[in-house]
């Protein structure tokens, strides 16, 4: 039969909502020329985090 089990989730199998193209979107991570690390939208090249 079927058996429930809770478990986490890994990082990696969780998707942010882009609000730009309404769609779960990948993110990357960039540094900036000030030496800051910010994430960033794939799809649209659009910075997260300010």
């Known amino acids: 039969g ?3 089990k809770e ?3 890994h990082a990696s199998n ?3 909502f ?3 193209t309404k769609k779960a979107d990948r993110v990357g991570i960039r540094t900036l020329e000030d ?3 910010v994430r960033f939208y794939k ?3 659009e910075v997260i985090d300010s």
């Open 2 to 4: 079927i058996v429930e």
């Open 7 to 9: 478990a986490p989730i």
């Open 14 to 16: 969780v998707a942010h």
């Open 18 to 20: 882009n609000p730009v």
């Open 35 to 37: 030496g800051r690390k």
């Open 43 to 45: 799809s649209t090249d």
